[in-house]
């Protein structure tokens, strides 16, 4: 693989600003025209399937082509397996965008571009490719069987309104978690309306609980819609005579006018006046004749099937299908909104805030400031925390990050920043000023740094979770943001998380969060990231010494997470192209391709940046795709695209080998200097080479610190415990074996946890870091 080199400060010219509602849309749709083009699963691999599977069916009903009356019911189930086999088709659908709902959701939650104009530019070329499909399901059954081409032209838009409702069907059930169900939930949804179609079941034998699901059944308006349009285009059916003719044949042995064989005269006088049969069918029974036009034979299969239906209006039965799939998308479009929608941040602890800073503020600027649900969420965590529990040590912590000196130490808050200063503004927030401030933050450009004080987070766990430790707790934080909030499933009781962490990232270096499993990591960059896990997070964070807000985060922040998950079809290329296009809309073309080729050749993606990225369900023709390594610091690159303040990464190196790890942190560490930009990550187990890319170390046990600065001063801190390191020993590795309850004893892990907030107050001596002075452009 290419060395990787740093960005270089050309890429930060200009301050980020997101491309307008239209100019996304356009964008988005041209994105999502090339993959419905290279994508397989969305579009192409169908059309291929869907003309496969009925050109199979219409050799099935090759004799059909005989316009007869013992083909007139063949020919009626030649048009339901027709229009079943792209609806099957459409279960794909459900695991394509299952699959991409990753990738969509971190793009919206960045500010990539907004909800809407995703769902109107996909929602435009599938109304495209729906004709596609239509054209596809029917070409093969025009071209075997002879279907009259004078149809053609009405059936392919009525076909393509039914496909358009169902991929909508689809799409819905792509919300579902498992990807199994869903694909189950869409099979049992097409196989009812499949079963009130209109060909198994009439609409008076379905008894009135059951009746909404025959109205609510696209398959049934298109189905009697297509029959309709093909029946009545269809040249005369042999077989059949008018009641008024006699073939010459006849005359001569005298058997015309009222001189019919009983059976045929029996035919000739089945008619009423809301059918007027009129036809005959020498030699045949009267449910063996069908008639000799198209109306007359769907008046006629209309006794035994509601698919087929002479009064059925085509263009309303459209309209009703395609009012179903405006209907069906709007659902879709109001679940994908919740999902896409961030967490909100942790609640500020006001009240150790306001004492820290002497003084209370009154209670309508608390309204004001964090508002009913921030407030609701403080008070039950107040509520929980019982008479004996001391304040919070907001107090402490803010004396102790602001009170470390700067001489010859390594600052944890340094003094243009302090961390008291960010716990006022927590305490004395204006909504109306809000605004100016992170306009300046966004364009100034100038390095911040991300301030964590007394972070904790509390969950409610059944009893058997809770009996299960902090594995049992995990596995209830995960189930829980699956649940709504106020379903609770036997007793439960509150577990907690996290539990005071303080930390801070400075500009220019990369703080790595250690622990070993349930330490807590996960959660603590889930609420860095305002992810939703089910839970009440409660803490101050700042960026710059301001909240970080749900739109600060979306302006300021990236995030590159454990899973790399790319549009499989694009390469790293065109992911930068389009990145860069919604990112930077105010880039000159020229411009755009010089940042382009500077994020290449920073990430060292310049030998395979028109290699498309591949997945696992979508494997790309000629082997590869991007390797971990590269698709690793392809994620970075687009988040570099954003010109962030602040970047977090979850477990950048993991699945990855030894030396691709060392050198996605070395390439870490080098971006953080020369761009100037913050960076935390959370890390498993960091071998020795990983642990020299770090500047700073968070270490985290049982949801508690067990130590926070210098990663190079770790060894002389744990000498202070008592625990020197091994001569040649990693430190990582050294340090999780002492917190690992798993593997020590827990008393000596307390005795660490509780030995960290008492040393903690005194510097922690280390080298100077030297970083870039002056704003960055």
């Known amino acids: ?76 189930y030649l048009f339901a397996f027709t229009l079943v086999v792209p ?44 004709f596609a ?18 149809s053609f032209p009405v059936a392919v838009p009525v076909v393509a309104a039914m496909l358009v409702a169902y991929e909508c069907l689809a799409q819905l059930c792509s919300h579902v978690p498992s990807v199994l169900l869903g694909m189950v939930l869409y099979l049992i949804a097409f196989l009812i309306t499949f079963l009130f179609s209109g060909l198994f079941v009439k609409q008076s034998a379905v008894h009135y609980p059951l009746r909404p699901l025959l109205l609510a059944s696209p398959m049934r308006l298109g189905y009697a819609a297509f029959s309709k349009v093909v029946f009545e285009a269809s040249p005369p059916y042999g077989g059949a005579l008018e009641c008024e003719d006699c073939p010459i044949a006849l005359r001569i042995f005298g058997r015309c006018g009222n001189k019919l064989p009983p059976e045929e005269q ?23 004749c069908f008639g000799i036009t198209g109306d007359q034979i769907l008046r006629t299969l209309s006794f035994m099937y509601d698919a087929a239906d002479a009064d059925c209006d085509v263009y309303a039965a459209t309209a009703k299908m395609l009012l179903m799939a405006l209907a069906l998308k709007l659902l879709y479009l109001s679940v994908f909104v919740l999902r896409c929608r961030a967490g909100d941040p942790p609640a500020p602890r006001l009240h150790g805030a306001a004492r820290a800073l002497g003084g209370t503020p009154p209670p309508s600027e608390l309204r004001t400031t964090i508002g009913r649900k921030t407030l609701a969420r403080v008070a039950s965590v107040e509520r929980a925390t019982p008479p004996s529990t001391p304040p919070p040590s907001s107090e402490r912590t803010s004396a102790r990050l602001s009170s470390r000196s700067t001489e010859g130490s390594h600052v944890v808050a340094p003094p243009d920043s ?89 500009a220019g270096h990369v703080l790595a969060v250690l622990g070993p499993s349930g330490a807590g990591k996960t959660t603590l960059l889930s ?72 994020l290449l050749e920073a990430t060292g993606l310049v030998g395979c940046q028109h290699t498309r990225a591949g997945s696992a369900l979508v494997p790309i023709t000629g082997g590869g795709g991007l390797s971990s390594g590269q698709r690793r610091r392809l994620s970075l690159a687009i988040a570099l695209t954003k010109q962030p303040s602040m970047i977090f990464l979850d ?62 001063q770790m060894g002389r801190y744990l000498e ?4 020197p390191l091994p001569p040649n020993a990693n430190p990582a590795e050294f340090i999780l074996d002492l917190v690992n309850a798993d593997f020590t004893d827990a008393a000596s892990v307390h005795a660490i946890l509780a030995e960290w907030p008492r040393r903690s107050q005194r510097p922690v001596q280390r080298a100077p870091v030297r970083i870039e002075s002056g704003p960055r452009r």
């Not at 041209?30 to 691999?45: D, F, Q």
């Not at 209830?476 to 036997?490: D, K, N, W």
């Not at 839970?535 to 600060?552: F, M």
């Not at 691709?660 to 959370?682: D, E, G, R, S, Y």
């Open 1 to 76: 693989e290419e060395v990787a080199r740093p960005p270089t400060r050309a890429i930060m010219t200009r301050p980020p600003r997101r491309a307008r509602q239209e100019a996304q849309l356009w964008i988005l749709l041209r994105r999502h025209a090339l993959l419905a083009l290279r994508e397989p699963m969305l579009y192409t691999g169908r059309l291929g399937l869907i003309l496969s599977a009925n050109a199979f069916i219409s050799m099935v009903y090759f004799h059909t082509r005989e316009q007869v009356q013992e083909q007139v019911v063949y020919r009626l």
């Open 87 to 130: 609806l099957v088709f459409h279960a794909v659908v459900v695991v394509a965008l299952n699959n991409e709902f990753s990738a969509i959701r971190r793009e919206i939650k960045e500010g990539m571009y907004g909800p809407l104009p995703y769902v109107l530019a996909t929602t435009a070329v599938q109304a495209a490719m729906a």
């Open 133 to 150: 499909l239509a054209v596809c399901s029917l070409l093969p059954a025009y071209a075997i069987t002879l279907l009259p081409w004078s």
């Open 266 to 288: 029996l035919q000739c006088d089945a008619q009423t006046d809301e059918f007027p049969r009129g036809f005959y069918c020498p030699g045949s029974t009267i449910l063996q």
């Open 418 to 506: 302090p961390a008291a200063a960010a716990v006022a503004r927590f305490a004395s927030f204006d909504p109306a000023a809000r605004r100016p401030s992170m306009d300046r933050l966004r364009t100034n450009r100038t390095p911040y740094e991300l301030t964590l004080l007394d972070c904790s987070y509390d969950i409610r766990v059944s009893e058997a979770a809770a009996a299960g430790g902090r594995h049992g707790a995990r596995r209830a934080a995960s189930l829980q943001s699956c649940l709504p909030s106020t379903l609770c499933l036997g007793s439960t009781r509150p577990k907690q998380l996290l539990r005071d962490v303080s930390a801070c990232v400075r």
């Open 527 to 598: 609420m860095l990231t305002l992810e939703r896990r089910g839970g009440v997070g409660v803490g101050d964070i700042a960026l710059g010494g301001q909240p970080l807000t749900t739109e600060a985060y979306r302006r300021h922040c990236a995030v590159v997470q454990q899973q790399d998950h790319h549009w499989a079809c694009l390469s790293a290329r065109d992911h930068l192209r389009y990145a860069l296009q919604l990112y930077r809309p105010h880039l000159r073309p020229s411009e755009r391709r010089a940042a382009t080729e500077q």
């Open 651 to 712: 477990e950048p190196t993991s699945g990855l080998d030894s030396a691709a790890a060392a050198k996605i942190m070395h390439f870490l560490k080098v971006t953080a200097k020369q761009t100037n930009i913050p960076i935390l990550c959370t890390i498993h187990q960091p071998s020795a080479s990983v642990y020299e890319g770090f500047d700073d170390v968070l270490v985290l046990a049982a949801g508690r610190v067990a130590y926070f600065g210098a990663a190079a």
């Open 720 to 723: 202070t415990l008592g625990t």
